[in-house]
């Protein structure tokens, strides 16, 4: 028996509707401090440019800074929405290229532990987006805590940043420990950030791999690699987007190939890639 209301069903997208699946990709990392969220916005700017309607999810819920990042000023939050006095569209901001990002706030430690009356209008609210996004991009915050394993597991893709720290490696090794054996997750996609060379990255990946596929029993996909840039750092200083500020710098360059890569990626098959789908994961209603 189908329960969902036509406000509902209405909100998913179907191949018969013509309207495209909404691919949703977690970006997270073991530890802090390796560029995931550079990497999230710069991945979002460069896939608009290549035609895609893109949302950004600050998922680093009460500590987000994808709008500082960006240099936007949201004027209201997740907060809002979820005290119900405004709609995830009052909330949503514009930023370069396009892409519309959904701020998380800072300092707000209520986001972190929801009420089920809130669980229910974070639902309803992004179902609505279902049918206006082509990809979800998540910045997961960083480690193994409930909130970025939840995301990690309920996306369609997971892409785990790690950098040749060891500490790195190691953290990013646990996360999907715990993604392996407490959500079942046994694929994943590395990228890794910050490297002097070619033959670093892949050495990097080299070891995560092989530890990886020897204790864990879980399938790495090599994404490729961003170099360590002078540009970064300056572009993070003026609160703009790398590729927005410095297309020509290496690490726009690697940005752009990195978005073709993901654009290229062949079309879900599971009902996973929805946005609804990904929040009833997310949230399981009672």
Not at 8 to 19: F, L
Not at 38 to 67: C, H, I, Q, S
Request: glycine share 6%; with cysteine.
């Amino acid at each position: 028996m189908n329960n969902m209301s036509s406000e509902q069903t209405m909100a998913m997208p179907t191949k018969a509707q013509g309207n495209p699946c909404t691919r949703v990709i977690a970006v997270t990392s073991g530890k802090g401090g390796v560029g995931k969220t550079n990497v999230v916005v710069n991945l979002a700017v460069e896939l608009a440019r290549a035609g895609k309607r893109v949302l950004v999810l600050d998922a680093d819920l009460g500590l987000g800074n994808v709008d500082v990042l960006l240099g936007l000023v949201p004027r209201f939050t997740l907060e809002h929405v979820l005290c119900g006095s405004h709609r995830l569209s009052d909330i949503i901001i514009s930023g370069p290229a396009g892409i519309q990002v959904l701020p998380a706030g800072s300092g707000l430690p209520q986001l972190t532990s929801l009420t089920d009356s809130q669980q229910l209008i974070l639902q309803s609210e992004l179902e609505r987006t279902a049918d206006t996004v082509e990809v979800l991009l998540i910045d997961t915050g960083a480690g193994v805590s409930p909130n970025v394993t939840y995301f990690a597991s309920a996306a369609q893709e997971t892409i785990v940043v790690i950098s040749p720290e060891p500490t790195s490696l190691t953290d990013g090794y646990a996360l999907m420990k715990v993604l392996c054996r407490q959500h079942r997750e046994h694929r994943f996609k590395v990228l890794v950030n910050l490297v002097k060379s070619q033959r670093e990255a892949t050495q990097t990946f080299r070891k995560l791999d092989r530890a990886a596929e020897r204790f864990l029993n879980i399938k790495l996909e090599y994404l490729g690699c961003i170099p360590l840039d002078d540009y970064l750092p300056m572009a993070v200083i003026e609160q703009k987007a790398v590729t927005e500020l410095f297309p020509c710098s290496p690490a726009s360059r690697a940005f752009a190939e990195l978005a073709k890569k993901v654009a290229e990626w062949p079309n879900p098959e599971l009902p996973k890639s929805t946005v609804q789908f990904l929040w009833q994961q997310l949230i399981p209603m009672s």
